[in-house]
């Protein structure tokens, strides 16, 4: 039985990754930062499935002690500081937890178990202000944001590790991917949690940014599937991993609120505090190489995951106002 150790678990990419591992019959490890109150809203329904390890990625003593206990053939790296807006109050933050971090992992698996395969979890914002369109593998990085330049240091660092040492370690640089399980800073979540609290009379308006801003939105749980068929492979390499479409925050917003048979321009409100100091207005993925080498498919269309995204907060937000409903009856 193969055994995974995942960081980043509870995310929204790490919660359908362990889902789609366990499916497989591996042993899932699951590392975990110390805290008072750990969210495991994303992975409740097979929490207990996974085995966890206590662990901080900027500690790199109890990185090697996760790696020890979890003996894996497989590593995710996942975990990292993911909301690119928060990179600009916070770049040293991000620099640690979406950089370091990952060169703390990869030594950790170094000392301790170097033939594992490690998958690195690159992004789309290092293309940044993009050299050209589509963008590919080959495409120079010109990241746009803190944040952007933490994922390349991260990328180039497990490019390097693969070189210097023979490790089996790729990236891959994923493209926008969303779902019901994506955090409400996120736009395309803003987006459809604002939908609902706005169709069941909760929100009278919705505050954006750049709504000409074009993005390549996929659904994660497709693009998990694409992580763990790079580490299955008989040569290490990186891989776009897009829709290939592009499509605009207005877009986004016509599809979530006509869903619902409501009109967006009814209710989002420009706000210049949501634009970026430096903007991406351009992300397009090619991901020819990740069809032919890997065999990936999309399953999601950009139209199914908005719909279904805001499906589950229409459901999220009438539950929420029957237990106030209920709360009030008991209090009465």
């Known amino acids: 039985m193969k055994r995974a150790l995942i960081t980043g678990v509870t995310g929204q990419d790490g919660s359908y990754l362990a889902e789609f591992l366990l499916s497989k019959g591996y042993t899932v490890y699951g590392l975990r930062r110390r805290t008072s109150t ?5 992975v409740q329904h097979i929490k207990e499935q996974i085995h966890w390890i206590s662990g901080d990625l900027t500690d790199l ?3 090697i002690e996760a790696v020890r206990i979890a003996d894996p053939h497989e590593v995710y790296n996942l975990a990292a500081q993911s909301y690119v807006a928060a990179s600009w109050p916070q770049p040293l933050a991000t620099g640690q937890m979406t950089a370091i971090s990952v060169t703390n992992m990869l ?3 170094r000392l301790v178990k170097p033939d594992t395969r490690f998958y690195q979890a690159s992004s ?3 293309f940044g202000k993009v050299i050209e369109t ?3 593998e080959t495409t120079p990085f010109y990241p746009r944001s803190p944040y952007g330049v933490a994922k390349v240091y991260g990328h180039w660092i497990t490019v390097n590790y693969r070189e210097s040492f023979g490790m089996f370690a790729c990236s891959g640089i994923l493209f926008n991917h ?5 955090g409400l800073e996120f736009v395309t979540r803003k987006v459809t949690d604002a939908v609902a609290r706005i169709k069941h009379g909760l929100q009278q308006e919705l505050r954006m940014g750049n709504l000409d801003a074009l993005r390549d939105w996929g659904y994660a749980g ?4 694409a992580m763990w068929l790079m580490l299955q492979q008989e040569q290490p390499d990186d891989f776009v991993i897009s829709t290939g479409e592009m499509h605009t925050v207005r877009e986004l917003l016509e599809v979530a609120f006509s869903y619902v048979d409501l009109n967006y321009e009814d209710y989002v409100v420009m706000d210049p505090e949501f634009v970026r100091p430096a903007e991406v207005d ?3 993925g090619d991901c020819t190489k990740a069809k032919q080498q890997l065999g990936w498919e999309l399953e999601v269309s950009f139209q199914q995951l908005i719909k279904m995204m805001v499906d589950e907060d229409m459901k999220r937000v009438r539950a929420e106002i029957k237990y106030q409903e209920a709360l009030s009856a008991a209090l009465v």
């Open 38 to 42: 750990p969210n495991y809203e994303n």
């Open 61 to 63: 003593a109890s990185l």
């Open 107 to 109: 030594e950790a698996v």
């Open 124 to 126: 789309s914002e290092m």
């Open 134 to 136: 589509p963008q590919k």
């Open 178 to 182: 969303e779902s019901p399980r994506r």
């Open 222 to 225: 497709d693009y998990i599937k």
């Open 282 to 284: 351009l992300l397009l």
